[in-house]
């Protein structure tokens, strides 16, 4: 079991360990649950980008050009889950 020391700010420093455990990076966000009888589930708070930053990703990765029939077949069919 791991204990911390609370400032007088409220803010409390994890150990790298316990960072590490979580598998949580410099820069990255927390994401913070309150459970019932003052326990917490601290984990990695998923990534928020933007749809800009997925396409500039894979920008020039292709020849192809989709149509617009394409890509709104592709979006009805979903991608979730998939490979």
């Known amino acids: 079991m791991a204990t911390f020391k609370v ?5 409390v420093t994890f150990r790298r360990d316990v960072l590490q455990h979580l598998r949580i990076h410099p820069g990255q ?11 917490i589930v601290l984990s990695a ?3 928020q980008g933007k749809i800009d930053d997925f396409i500039r990703m894979y920008s ?10 394409e890509i709104n077949d592709a979006a009805a069919a979903g991608w979730v889950g998939r490979p």
């Not at 400032?7 to 803010?11: I, L, M």
């Open 29 to 39: 966000q927390i994401e913070l649950v309150k459970l019932p009888n003052g326990r």
């Open 60 to 69: 020039g990765k292709t020849e192809k050009v989709a149509t617009l029939d």
């Open 45 to 47: 708070a998923a990534p």
């Open 7 to 11: 400032t007088a700010k409220g803010q």
